[in-house]
């Protein structure tokens, strides 16, 4: 099978040369898998990255979930490779705060400053809103000013130095025990501090590599398996670990986004009178 040029976009958490430089080595190892040349469009911003995936100038792109959702819904593109972080696809979203701080649960939020990732993380923004309105909290009267910082990191920190009450990441969890993480956005970070986890929401999908609905099966399970040999080379694997932030990758379908769906439809089912909601069913639906 002769593979065509492929197209990959990536829209990057930390924009730096060690990123870069990491970036070069997966594309290249990639494209040897491959036995052809990835062509990788490095955009600023998630719209940037939807426009050339609906347009067709992307063959495949590393994704989130809900962004994921979005193409698979409207038939753009399709997921087929999840990644694999602390030996699973999912993990769940939190809401924290400083141990010291006067905020001990979400009871406590009213007039609070939050920081968020973006308005496209799940977990840095989305899921844990609609848990919040699902349990019938008035966003409104929780946050006196809300802002989006970009990364996991730059909340944790924000909330480190007092720059935010709250802010919200992802974190992973012991079956069944839901205390503490046993690994956060502030553990990944190295940052020793504190933290109350004041709600959990989830589980979510992992991020995902989608693919444009263009390519054929024959050329997509070529995709997945070259991603597969990425991790079995000891410097590709470090390259492509700094860079998704995953152990491995595995093979996946739209069942993979089947409990962020299940999420959206139980968080968004009830109307609510507050300015996030109408901007939040429908982001999430």
């Not at 594309?27 to 990835?38: N, R, S």
């Amino acid at each position: 099978m002769r593979f065509p040029i492929l197209r990959f976009g990536v829209v990057p958490a930390v924009d730096d040369p060690t990123f870069r430089a990491n970036l070069k080595d997966m594309v290249k190892a990639l494209g040897y898998h491959l036995g052809t040349t990835v062509e990788c469009r490095v955009t600023p911003t998630y719209s940037a990255l939807v426009a050339l995936m609906t347009q067709g100038q992307l063959d495949a792109a590393w994704v989130p979930p809900v962004l994921a959702m979005d193409f698979d819904a409207q038939r753009i593109a399709h997921p087929r490779i999840a990644m694999i972080r602390q030996n699973e696809t999912v993990y769940h979203s939190v809401l924290y705060a400083l141990r010291d701080a006067q905020i001990r649960s979400v009871s406590d939020l009213q007039g609070a400053k939050a920081a968020w990732v973006s308005p496209d993380s799940a977990s840095g923004y989305l899921v844990p809103l609609a848990s919040m309105r699902a349990r019938g909290l008035s966003l409104t009267k929780a946050f006196s000013d809300q802002v989006f910082l970009g990364t996991h990191e730059a909340v944790a920190r924000a909330v480190a130095h007092g720059q935010a009450h709250v802010g919200a990441s992802f974190a992973h969890f012991e079956p069944s025990d839901f205390g503490t993480p046993v690994w956060a956005s502030w553990i990944e970070f190295g940052l020793e501090v504190n933290f109350r986890v004041l709600l959990v929401a989830g589980p979510i999908p992992t991020d995902v590599i989608s693919m444009h609905r263009s390519l054929d099966d024959q050329h997509q399970q070529a995709i997945i398996h070259a991603f597969s040999l990425l991790t079995s080379d000891k410097q590709t694997s470090e390259a492509a670990r700094a860079i998704f932030r995953c152990e491995g990758f595995a093979g996946c379908t739209e069942e993979h986004l089947r409990g962020l769906r299940m999420l959206c439809l139980l968080y968004t089912s009830d109307a609510a009178d507050d300015p996030h909601c109408v901007d939040l069913g429908c982001r999430l639906l």
